[in-house]
């Protein structure tokens, strides 16, 4: 790392001892950045670095709520709105047991650059609580979403920050919030969530758009390779929304998609998955992938190994951060995986992203790959501000769009600054000089 942005670093590490996750994430744009400073002195100058890595503000707050059996439950609620120099703070809100500051840190930290990537006027921010829906009725995560807007409403707006779904937070979630906010505020102030339903202000491609998203980035990556998608072998890591839609988009262009897990284990399928009984699994009846198995006779359950064993052409991570670790890269490409695209917020560890890179594995990074969820978000924001609604055809039009360029900015600025096909380099740097110049451009504020 160069010694301005390693100065940058260390001090990253002193003030925000512990938090692992966020360091991750800091690390792995900087590795990148060093030419950049080369070329660009203002951003040293102008210390850019040590602006865009302290959030503009960060929210804690508490969060009392009843249970059904009357007892009073607290959870503890986040949001850190990290830059809006690029557009109002845009970002999931992640319910999960795990959440703590450092993981919300590192995932708004990743979003100012997936958002860059986009090419929308969106700033990144990230939010959510430590409180598990998936051991909640449904009257407890009512009760808990509105306690959590009760205090979230003062920090969010159309034009301050728009929040949406990430991990445990789908389309009942943010009805729930969305819900409060009106009550609370008094206005049908559709722009302030995205997610929505689509009777009430929500967009269509949205529920699908970070799981297609990651397979049109796949597809162009290939392309580029003068490869494709038809006829390859895929796993899928993960089983919700991301997972689900990026099996579908993918043997819907050819693929076949031979394994995919959730947190209990995973399922081989050689037949390639069926969508429509992993749906009704998994999004219909919440169960877990073993149900998938025992109904599917060609499909086998495992809960021993890993994911990562089964031999395929292209591997799909989409389910949590650093699910995939250096010995599962190597064990991919003994097997003689082709590509990985990130479909979940840094999902490979550094060791596994360098063992693909060494490999010339095609590797695609989140803030690239996945950005198609944020992208249609914003184009739900359009909808909404417009009092507009568009056809799924359009809409997933526009995202194959913007995923496509996405793919051919990163290429452009990787050969730009002499990192040929590196796709971290040309995320990392694009994402960066966007934010980087409007930095400067607003002054010291």
Same mark, same amino acid.
């Given at each position: ?9 260390? @001090? ?55 249970? =059904? ?110 819900? #409060? ?80 897990? =959730? ?58 951060? @650093?699910?995939? =670790? ?8 003994? @097997? ?63 995202? #194959? ?7 051919? @900015? ?36």
């Amino acid at each position: 790392m160069d010694s301005q942005l390693e100065n940058v670093y260390q @001090n990253v590490l002193r003030r925000n001892p512990g938090e692992a996750e966020f360091h991750q994430a800091v690390f792995e744009v900087f590795e990148s950045l060093g030419p950049v400073l080369r070329k660009n002195p203002q951003y040293v100058e102008g210390a850019v670095l040590s602006r865009i890595c302290e959030p503009e503000r960060q929210i804690i707050f508490r969060v009392p709520w009843v249970d =059904d059996s009357g007892r009073v439950r607290i959870n503890r609620g986040f949001r850190v709105e990290y830059s809006s120099v690029l557009g109002p703070y845009k970002g999931g809100l992640r319910f999960r047991e795990s959440v703590n500051l450092g993981i919300i840190k590192f995932l708004g930290f990743e979003q100012i650059f997936k958002n860059s990537l986009t090419g929308l006027p969106i700033g990144g921010a990230k939010g959510g609580s430590d409180f598990d829906p998936h051991q909640a009725s449904e009257g407890e995560i009512m009760r808990f979403c509105q306690s959590f807007m009760t205090e979230l409403y003062r920090h969010v707006g159309e034009c301050t920050d728009v929040p949406a779904g990430d991990i445990g937070v789908g389309m009942r979630e943010i009805g729930y919030l969305f819900g #409060q906010y009106k009550r609370i505020t008094n206005r049908h102030e559709s722009g302030v969530l995205t997610g929505k339903g689509l009777t009430w202000g929500g967009s269509l491609v949205r529920t699908e758009a970070t799981g297609y998203g990651v397979v049109f980035f796949t597809q162009r990556m290939l392309q580029q390779a003068g490869k494709d998608l038809d006829g390859m072998r895929v796993t899928v890591s993960g089983s919700g929304n991301v997972a689900i839609h990026a099996v579908e988009k993918a043997q819907a262009l050819g693929a076949t998609v031979v394994a995919c897990s =959730d947190s209990s284990g995973y399922v081989i399928d050689e037949k390639g998955v069926d969508v429509a009984l992993l749906k009704q699994v998994k999004e219909v009846e919440r169960a877990r992938i073993s149900e998938y198995a025992a109904r599917r006779d060609s499909a086998t359950f495992h809960t021993s190994g890993s994911i990562w064993d089964v031999p395929v052409d292209i591997a799909l991570p989409c389910a949590t951060q @650093n699910e995939l =670790d250096g010995d599962a890269a190597a064990t991919l490409i003994r @097997n003689g995986v082709i590509a990985v695209a990130e479909g979940a917020n840094m999902p490979s560890t550094p060791e596994a992203a360098r063992a693909f890179q060494k490999a010339s594995v095609l590797f695609a990074p989140g803030k690239a790959a996945n950005a198609g969820g944020v992208a249609t978000s914003a184009l739900e924001m359009q909808q909404n501000a417009a009092r507009d609604s568009w056809s799924f055809e359009d809409t997933e039009a526009r995202l #194959q769009q913007i995923m496509d360029d996405i793919h051919d @900015n990163c290429i452009q600025t990787a050969d730009l600054y002499g990192h040929p096909g590196d796709y971290v380099v040309g995320a990392n740097i694009a994402g960066f000089i966007k934010v980087a110049d409007a930095v400067i451009a607003q002054g010291i504020v």
